[in-house]
């Protein structure tokens, strides 16, 4: 009973599939002409790439995989790559990819377990097919099966005994030891084997033929498969054991493989070149370019039309060496012939020239390199450009040490990158580098010239550099078009007509291309900035309907919306714009600061229901600012009740502001100035002294003033009457202030003294009053001078 049921959890284990952990992350990864997606599956799991108009689908059928794309677009920009979503459904799990350009997308598998999507330009040079292998021998694939089929034996044996020893499995009793002829022929390989570690098997090929075998009426004890590869028969559990075939996974496997997956896999750490290996100063003997190549090209082939491994490898660093990468990777593609260090020219030949790298050189591994390896992957953008201080030194120094024809070819790259990580110290040590030996001066050096200048706080001299550039170079004048117009709007400079309408015109011309939507979206950043709003959103809006799956063009037109000023713009095409517009700003909270900003810009102008409008979506969230903001603009639509609601709960100056601003639009100014002066706003507070009637208060407040501060001194004197001042000798000569506070004359005794001081305090005493009621706005506080 036992040996029956250790045979039958063999053959069970035998039947089980191994599988890696799949799924977790995805991960992502930005190159010079390719974005890169990686998914971890395993190599065995069935999958399809499906392409339609704009999105790429990858399709796992019959599985469900947990994938997580929150964190894709962390390290790379949506230039390619607009969204990516998964899955899970009845069918199995999908990961789509929308596509924001017409890029060509192609697959590969990295370290075995890990499946790439890369989303590369049009441009971008596909890799070399590889020449086929020979024919294999049949000597050669007798030795692979055996080495494999043993190999497949001793992970076996391991398995079996792990699983005994977890108490899965009971093993049997040893039987009858096998027979002697198969005893001797595997005792010798069996212990040999045991000695040494598993060889990798090759890739699979057909099962051969089973031998003939003699007809028996007894039931065959090995599994099927076993007996297909020609393996002895056993006669019992033992025998079968000898034959390692399957994998046993127990509760502490699976639980282990579950901690290891959450775990970070450690990143293989790539062998840095030695500078020897790129000692291009040293690939010339002096002698012009081309004599060099035809001397070596007469040489290249020997006999049989056989080309000569040195002197290939000596060809292609000529054509490197004058930056002639094209032709190196052409001769390169012609000659498929291996020799030391092929796949890292070829690397040098493309990076030469600004190309993208093949994914799997030498080169393309964004690790920390020093010197000239570093320098080469930072070029090509596959490395980083300054990784820290220690290995900036090395490279400035291997770049320093190229020819000066060659660091006017390929120094604008390295100072652009430094430049887009923010460097600009290292950018300028790269440029003044470049320019050392007084190079003549390109358009590649004369943009990252511009670029740099800006970058140190002079916008106008690069802007200024790359004007004369697109007036003096017709060739370069597009990409200096494209620089110029984005420093501009970074330094909010407006474009003159003229570089608008060449903006304009590029934007046309690559309709359909990959950089279409760059320009158009540069075009309305453009326009904004020369106060254009209603142009500037027009023209986001056709991008929106021409390339619906960017969310750069949305982004974009919340940012301008938000950033847009109505005195440059104008009240009335800025309200019209904005009030148009409200469908481009999104409910998500990522939108509230421009809700705000725009709701304050909308009560500004006299608009509290377009206000309104767009802050009550944030408002909603329970947001302090968006709240008051709400409710000023009920205040502003004189409905006192709503914004004392919405008010409610809210501290602070602002919030005791706009609550006195609802309790004296209800006409209770003494509670009004009670909360400003709770909140600690005395001088607010006293504003509603006057329309209170707290006249000590309004009498303190309004010292500076004399006519304020006068009548409240009169109205102090009717509320609180105090010893009665002696009669001016001349009323003719008092002021306003004091003729308002001069004793009436007694009438009980009519006289013409008493008629003549009446007259003569009437009149300044009106002009007086006059002023006061000029400046005391209805139904509020008097207007302080």
Same mark, same amino acid.
């Given at each position: 009973?036992?040996?029956?049921?250790?045979?039958?959890?063999?053959?069970?284990?035998?039947?089980?599939?191994?599988?890696?952990?799949?799924?977790?992350?995805?991960?992502?990864?930005?190159?010079?002409?390719?974005?890169?997606?990686?998914?971890?599956?395993?190599?065995?799991?069935?999958?399809?790439?499906?392409?339609?108009?704009?999105?790429?689908?990858?399709?796992?059928?019959?599985?469900?995989?947990?994938?997580?794309?929150?964190?894709?677009?962390?390290?790379?920009?949506?230039?390619?790559?607009?969204?990516?979503?998964?899955?899970?459904?009845?069918?199995?799990?999908?990961?789509?990819?929308?596509?924001?350009?017409?890029?060509?997308?192609?697959?590969?598998?990295?370290?075995?377990?890990?499946?790439?999507?890369?989303?590369?330009?049009?441009?971008?040079?596909?890799?070399?097919?590889?020449?086929?292998?020979?024919?294999?021998?049949?000597?050669?694939?007798?030795?692979?099966?055996?080495?494999?089929?043993?190999?497949?034996?001793?992970?076996?044996?391991?398995?079996?005994?792990?699983?005994?020893?977890?108490?899965?499995?009971?093993?049997?009793?040893?039987?009858?030891?096998?027979?002697?002829?198969?005893?001797?022929?595997?005792?010798?390989?069996?212990?040999?084997?045991?000695?040494?570690?598993?060889?990798?098997?090759?890739?699979?090929?057909?099962?051969?033929?089973?031998?003939?075998?003699?007809?028996?009426?007894?039931?065959?004890?090995?599994?099927?498969?076993?007996?297909?590869?020609?393996?002895?028969?056993?006669?019992?559990?033992?025998?079968?054991?000898?034959?390692?075939?399957?994998?046993?996974?127990?509760?502490?496997?699976?639980?282990?493989?579950?901690?290891?997956?959450?775990?970070?896999?450690?990143?293989?750490?790539?062998?840095?070149?030695?500078?020897?290996?790129?000692?291009?100063?040293?690939?010339?003997?002096?002698?012009?370019?081309?004599?060099?190549?035809?001397?070596?090209?007469?040489?290249?082939?020997?006999?049989?039309?056989?080309?000569?491994?040195?002197?290939?490898?000596?060809?292609?660093?000529?054509?490197?060496?004058?930056?002639?990468?094209?032709?190196?990777?052409?001769?390169?593609?012609?000659?498929?012939?291996?020799?030391?260090?092929?796949?890292?020219?070829?690397?040098?030949?493309?990076?030469?020239?600004?190309?993208?790298?093949?994914?799997?050189?030498?080169?393309?591994?964004?690790?920390?390199?020093?010197?000239?390896?570093?320098?080469?992957?930072?070029?090509?953008?596959?490395?980083?450009?300054?990784?820290?201080?220690?290995?900036?030194?090395?490279?400035?120094?291997?770049?320093?040490?190229?020819?000066?024809?060659?660091?006017?070819?390929?120094?604008?790259?390295?100072?652009?990158?430094?430049?887009?990580?923010?460097?600009?110290?290292?950018?300028?040590?790269?440029?003044?580098?470049?320019?050392?030996?007084?190079?003549?001066?390109?358009?590649?050096?004369?943009?990252?010239?511009?670029?740099?200048?800006?970058?140190?706080?002079?916008?106008?001299?690069?802007?200024?550099?790359?004007?004369?550039?697109?007036?003096?170079?017709?060739?370069?004048?597009?990409?200096?078009?494209?620089?110029?117009?984005?420093?501009?709007?970074?330094?909010?400079?407006?474009?003159?007509?003229?570089?608008?309408?060449?903006?304009?015109?590029?934007?046309?011309?690559?309709?359909?291309?990959?950089?279409?939507?760059?320009?158009?979206?540069?075009?309305?950043?453009?326009?904004?900035?020369?106060?254009?709003?209603?142009?500037?959103?027009?023209?986001?809006?056709?991008?929106?309907?021409? =390339?619906?799956? +960017?969310?750069? &063009? #949305? @982004?974009?037109?919340?940012? !301008?919306?938000? *950033?847009?000023? /109505? %005195?440059?713009?104008?009240?009335?095409?800025?309200?019209?714009?904005?009030?148009?517009?409200?469908?481009?700003?999104?409910?998500?909270?990522?939108?509230?600061?421009?809700?705000?900003?725009?709701?304050?810009?909308?009560?500004?102008?006299?608009?509290?229901?377009?206000?309104?409008?767009?802050?009550?979506?944030?408002?909603?969230?329970?947001?302090?600012?968006?709240?008051?903001?709400?409710?000023?603009?009920?205040?502003?639509?004189?409905?006192?009740?709503?914004?004392?609601?919405?008010?409610?709960?809210?501290?602070?100056?602002?919030?005791?502001?706009?609550?006195?601003?609802? =309790?004296?639009? +209800?006409?209770? &100014? #003494? @509670?009004?100035?009670?909360? !400003?002066?709770? *909140?600690?706003? /005395? %001088?607010?507070?006293?504003?509603?002294?006057?329309?209170?009637?707290?006249?000590?208060?309004?009498?303190?407040?309004?010292?500076?003033?004399?006519?304020?501060?006068?009548?409240?001194?009169?109205?102090?004197?009717?509320?609180?009457?105090?010893?009665?001042?002696?009669?001016?000798?001349?009323?003719?000569?008092?002021?306003?202030?004091?003729?308002?506070?001069?004793?009436?004359?007694?009438?009980?005794?009519?006289?013409?003294?008493?008629?003549?001081?009446?007259?003569?305090?009437?009149?300044?005493?009106?002009?007086?009053?006059?002023?006061?009621?000029?400046?005391?706005?209805?139904?509020?506080?008097?207007?302080?001078?």
């Amino acid at each position: 009973m036992i040996r029956t049921l250790a045979v039958a959890v063999a053959a069970g284990l035998a039947a089980a599939p191994l599988h890696a952990a799949e799924g977790g992350p995805i991960l992502s990864g930005e190159h010079a002409n390719f974005s890169r997606l990686v998914v971890r599956i395993d190599p065995t799991t069935e999958w399809s790439l499906e392409t339609t108009d704009g999105r790429v689908t990858l399709f796992i059928p019959g599985k469900e995989i947990a994938f997580d794309a929150a964190r894709v677009f962390e390290k790379i920009p949506r230039t390619r790559i607009g969204a990516v979503t998964t899955a899970i459904g009845p069918e199995g799990t999908s990961v789509a990819v929308d596509l924001t350009c017409d890029c060509r997308v192609s697959t590969l598998f990295v370290k075995g377990r890990h499946l790439a999507l890369d989303v590369s330009d049009r441009d971008a040079v596909l890799p070399a097919p590889e020449s086929l292998p020979a024919p294999e021998t049949a000597e050669a694939r007798d030795l692979r099966e055996t080495a494999a089929v043993e190999a497949a034996e001793q992970i076996l044996l391991r398995q079996i005994e792990r699983a005994a020893g977890q108490g899965l499995i009971e093993l049997a009793d040893a039987g009858p030891p096998a027979p002697p002829q198969a005893e001797a022929e595997t005792g010798a390989d069996a212990a040999a084997e045991a000695e040494s570690e598993p060889a990798e098997a090759p890739p699979a090929l057909p099962d051969p033929a089973p031998p003939a075998r003699p007809e028996s009426d007894a039931a065959p004890t090995l599994p099927v498969a076993l007996t297909a590869r020609g393996v002895p028969e056993a006669a019992d559990l033992a025998a079968l054991l000898e034959h390692e075939q399957i994998q046993a996974t127990t509760v502490f496997d699976r639980e282990r493989a579950k901690a290891l997956a959450e775990m970070a896999e450690p990143e293989v750490a790539v062998e840095c070149l030695p500078d020897d290996a790129m000692d291009i100063a040293r690939w010339s003997d002096g002698r012009p370019p081309f004599e060099q190549i035809v001397d070596l090209s007469s040489h290249l082939l020997g006999e049989f039309d056989a080309p000569d491994p040195a002197t290939l490898a000596r060809l292609i660093r000529i054509d490197i060496r004058f930056g002639l990468g094209t032709e190196a990777e052409a001769t390169l593609a012609s000659f498929p012939q291996d020799f030391e260090n092929r796949a890292l020219l070829l690397d040098l030949a493309r990076a030469v020239e600004g190309r993208p790298l093949l994914p799997d050189g030498p080169l393309s591994a964004a690790e920390s390199c020093p010197g000239a390896h570093g320098l080469w992957s930072a070029i090509a953008g596959s490395g980083p450009a300054l990784p820290d201080a220690e290995h900036f030194e090395t490279i400035h120094a291997a770049f320093a040490e190229l020819p000066p024809d060659l660091r006017a070819l390929v120094g604008p790259a390295l100072v652009a990158r430094l430049l887009d990580a923010g460097r600009t110290e290292a950018a300028r040590l790269i440029q003044d580098t470049t320019t050392r030996p007084e190079t003549a001066q390109t358009s590649a050096l004369t943009i990252v010239g511009a670029r740099l200048a800006a970058a140190e706080g002079d916008p106008q001299a690069g802007i200024h550099a790359l004007s004369a550039l697109i007036e003096a170079d017709a060739a370069a004048a597009p990409e200096a078009l494209v620089h110029l117009a984005r420093l501009a709007a970074d330094a909010g400079l407006p474009l003159p007509d003229r570089h608008v309408t060449d903006l304009r015109a590029a934007a046309l011309q690559a309709r359909g291309a990959a950089r279409a939507a760059d320009l158009r979206l540069l075009l309305a950043e453009s326009l904004a900035v020369r106060g254009e709003l209603p142009d500037a959103i027009a023209e986001i809006r056709s991008a929106l309907i021409d =390339l619906p799956r +960017d969310p750069r &063009f #949305a @982004e974009l037109a919340v940012t !301008l919306l938000a *950033a847009a000023d /109505p %005195e440059r713009v104008g009240h009335a095409a800025y309200a019209e714009t904005v009030l148009a517009s409200t469908t481009l700003v999104s409910a998500d909270p990522a939108s509230d600061p421009a809700r705000r900003a725009i709701a304050r810009r909308l009560l500004d102008l006299g608009l509290p229901q377009g206000a309104r409008e767009m802050i009550e979506p944030a408002a909603a969230r329970e947001g302090e600012a968006a709240r008051l903001l709400l409710a000023e603009s009920w205040l502003r639509s004189r409905e006192s009740a709503r914004a004392r609601d919405i008010l409610a709960g809210i501290e602070g100056p602002e919030a005791a502001r706009l609550t006195a601003e609802a =309790l004296a639009l +209800d006409g209770d &100014f #003494a @509670e009004a100035g009670a909360v !400003l002066r709770e *909140a600690g706003l /005395p %001088e607010a507070a006293d504003d509603y002294a006057w329309s209170s009637g707290d006249w000590p208060r309004a009498r303190d407040e309004a010292a500076p003033d004399p006519e304020r501060h006068a009548m409240a001194e009169f109205m102090v004197a009717q509320t609180e009457p105090e010893e009665a001042r002696p009669a001016s000798p001349d009323p003719s000569t008092l002021d306003a202030e004091e003729a308002f506070v001069e004793p009436l004359p007694g009438l009980e005794r009519p006289s013409l003294d008493a008629a003549r001081r009446l007259l003569a305090t009437g009149r300044q005493v009106e002009d007086f009053v006059q002023a006061l009621l000029a400046e005391t706005p209805p139904g509020g506080a008097p207007a302080a001078n």
